[in-house]
């Protein structure tokens, strides 16, 4: 069935409204009215072609609430009327090592992605959030248990939320250890969040002595911004654990002089250009990791929701329709706003293809 959406025909053209198709609803599968999108980081690296395999015309966004408007007669965990949510994956092999272990995030055959991913429907690869409807298995949506008032909030969870959370989990972090969170954006906003709210001591590093007061706001026990020499070498061999969710290249050696003995630094930005290589000596001399994460599976995203609703956390979002996308991109790339926009699907009614 169409469905109005924005997307993008080319790499060098804005996005733009038009209409894609939906595929029926299948045994397994459940319908969703789209109330709001997550705006991510990846979906202008895809839209404009900055990874590689772009196919278009391209339908971003990973970071979806919305209302289950029909389900598939297999279905037995959703009903019509339930709010539930879609991240960053829509199927995967579901019989590698990895799937069987429910990280599915890590697929060996790869785990395909809510836009851009290869699917038998047509036009032969998925369409994503910035759209009315979406089809999508049970076994990848998600229930969300959040306040009505706060599902706007609740969509970058799915990305930006898993995202951080998994790291801070599998790394077992918590009351005291001491965590630092590298960058105050999109993600490391929602990391200093979730890191105070598993109760560990929360250290957040900017590069802008403007965002000192924004992160102790966020939850930030102290704040050290990261080109003043003396307040990054007060801190020298004291963390257990650094969330690093800069996305462009950087000198990691200077957090990796920051964690104790058998501290780790953990990247989930990819950055454009690599990062320049670290100091070797500095890692073997106290045993120290460089190591990276990427989302979490359908599980562990469920337990991230559930763990931010008990808790009270959304993102800090800013409301935008669809036709500001592009604007909105502009900004994004000026890390003008804070600290994630989120359409309104409703606005896609008034886009005209």
């Known amino acids: 069935m169409p469905v109005k959406a924005f997307g993008a025909f080319a790499a060098d053209k804005p996005l733009q409204a038009l209409d894609i198709e939906r595929r029926a609803v299948g045994a397994h599968d459940v319908q969703i009215e789209i109330a709001y999108c997550g705006v991510c980081h990846s979906d202008l690296h895809t839209v404009r072609s900055e990874w590689e395999g772009t196919l278009y015309p391209c339908v971003p966004g990973h970071e979806i609430v919305g209302r289950v408007s029909a389900v598939g007669g297999e279905v037995s965990k959703f009903a019509v009327g339930d709010i539930v949510g879609v991240g960053c994956m829509v199927d995967s092999c579901k019989h590698c090592h990895e799937c069987d272990d429910g990280l599915e995030q890590y697929c060996a055959h790869g785990f395909v992605g809510t836009y851009n991913g290869p699917t038998e429907d047509a036009p032969g690869y998925t369409m994503g959030g910035y759209s009315q409807r979406i089809v999508v298995k049970d076994s990848f949506v998600l229930k969300i248990s959040h306040p009505e008032d706060q599902l706007a909030a609740v969509a970058p969870l799915l990305c930006a939320g898993i995202t951080t959370y998994s790291p801070l989990r599998h790394w077992n972090v918590g009351p005291g250890k001491k965590v630092g969170v590298v960058g105050i954006g999109g993600l ?15 250290v957040a590093f900017t590069t802008s002595e403007s965002k000192r007061q924004d992160a102790l706001d966020l939850g930030a026990d102290e704040v050290v911004v990261s080109r003043n020499p003396q307040e990054m070498e007060a801190h020298t061999g004291s963390f257990d654990f650094i969330l690093d969710t800069v996305a462009a290249s950087h000198n990691l050696d200077a957090f990796t002089a920051l964690l104790k003995r058998d501290g780790t630094l953990c990247l989930v930005g990819v950055p454009e250009h690599p990062h320049p290589s670290p100091t070797v000596g500095v890692l073997i001399f106290g045993r120290k990791s460089i190591a990276g994460s990427l989302i979490g599976g359908i599980a562990e995203t469920q337990e991230m929701l559930d763990f931010c609703a ?23 790339l000026k890390s003008d706003v804070k600290y994630r926009f989120v359409i309104d699907s409703a606005s896609l009614a008034e886009a005209a293809a």
């Open 188 to 202: 490391g906003h929602m990391g200093v969040k979730l890191a105070h709210a598993m109760g560990a001591h929360v």
């Open 310 to 332: 008990q808790h009270g956390i959304v993102s800090d979002i800013e409301m935008i329709k669809a036709q500001e996308i592009n604007d909105a991109y502009e900004r994004m």
